[in-house]
């Protein structure tokens, strides 16, 4: 692009939100043009998050304050509660056509039936729900840079599906047979005040939450039986570690026609041997969270079973980044044509 694109970032006050500024800060072509809050309209970013107080910000300003067609976007991520994105969208988009958008909530990411299912109301904007398409890049790269609204994956998803999907696809893995227990920090659950977060209430802890029913079931059921194309169900339960950032995904497959956990290790390498931001790990070698922390990389390592047959894969990632932000950035990459790592190629912040 010859000039820079003018960006908006919808719920700047969230932690998904503001984790998109401080990657668009350092992106060379693009400018943050408006950003968005609710009850911290009126402020400055530096008031919410000091952080910011050396760069030049727009103020905060409430989301009817936003005049779609006069401010001429490029592109807008709504970085907004579940179930108020639909509306958002819809309007902005009809206001704005030449609007790109990256939407980080889960309004968009699955089928209308399976949104009215699993949210327990229809959906605001079928027409753009079906529109939309699925933000996991290295799967859906193509689509991605034609599209006008990406669902931006959520971060467990993310994390299990880079994981599983080349396996799956293969038909390397039994699909009925996939056990995914993940664990993610505190930010995974925003920034809204809750007494179920309170520093009292979970340091000290590790607790699962939301067994047998969590809503990422639904995406990841969507995916991997599109990359294996046969029905999948799969066992997942998510647990709340006391750590700010980071997602551990250990997975549990068994494999097909004698694979192992050599050949699984080789299909993953395969895939992703193009992929900036996934590392497939030697054999044997498991991933930490520390080694992702705040960058956009997916770290991926399997590990044989002691039963003939049966591997146990690793993933690890930054949720606010390549889990969120980071992977939105991407998308936005592709969509207005830029080199897709651009503002994203940096080193895990370790210690």
């Known amino acids: 692009m010859a000039s820079k694109a003018k960006i908006a970032v ?38 919410v998050f000091p952080q910011f107080s050396p760069y030049p910000l727009p103020r905060l300003v409430p989301l009817d304050g936003m005049d779609w067609a006069r401010e001429k976007l490029d592109l807008v991520f709504c970085a907004l509660p579940h179930a108020t994105t639909q509306k958002v969208v819809k309007d902005l988009l009809a206001r704005a056509p030449q609007t790109k958008v990256v939407d980080l909530s ?40 034609k599209a006008r609204l990406v669902a931006n994956p959520g971060c467990y998803t993310t994390c299990a599906q880079l994981a599983l999907i080349p396996l799956l696809t293969a038909n390397a893995i039994d699909s009925d047979e996939i056990v995914i227990d993940a664990k993610s920090g505190m930010t995974g659950a925003g920034r809204s005040a809750k007494e179920a977060m309170l520093f009292s ?20 059921d969507q995916e991997f039986s599109k990359a294996a194309g046969r029905d999948v169900i799969v066992t997942f339960t998510p647990h709340l570690v006391p750590m700010n950032r980071g997602i551990l995904s250990t997975i549990y497959v068994r494999g097909t026609g004698g694979r192992s956990a050599e050949d699984f290790q080789a299909i ?24 992702v922390r705040g960058s956009n990389m997916t770290f991926i ?18 949720n606010l980044v390549k889990g969120a932000s ?6 936005m990459n592709l969509m207005l044509g830029l080199p897709e790592t651009t503002g994203l190629d940096q080193v895990a912040l370790f210690p």
């Open 10 to 47: 919808l719920g700047a006050s969230g932690y998904t939100g503001s984790e998109c500024v401080r990657l668009l800060l350092r992106h060379p072509h693009v400018t943050i043009a408006a950003l968005t809050a609710e009850r911290r309209a009126g402020q400055e970013m530096r008031d």
């Open 106 to 145: 889960a309004d968009f990411r699955l089928s209308p039936a399976a949104y009215a299912r699993w949210y327990g109301h229809e959906h605001q904007a079928p027409e753009l729900q079906e529109e939309a398409v699925y933000g996991l890049v290295e799967v859906y790269r193509a689509e991605i840079k």
């Open 201 to 220: 209430e979970v340091s000290e802890g590790f607790n699962a939450y939301d067994v047998g029913h969590h809503r990422h079931m639904a995406e990841l």
């Open 268 to 291: 993953l390498s395969k895939a992703y041997a193009e992929e900036a931001f996934v590392h497939v790990l030697p054999l044997g070698e498991v991933p930490h969270t520390r080694h």
């Open 301 to 318: 390592g399997v590990t044989k079973d002691r039963v003939a047959g049966r591997a146990i894969i690793g993933a690890a990632l930054d």
């Open 326 to 331: 980071g992977q939105a950035v991407q998308n």
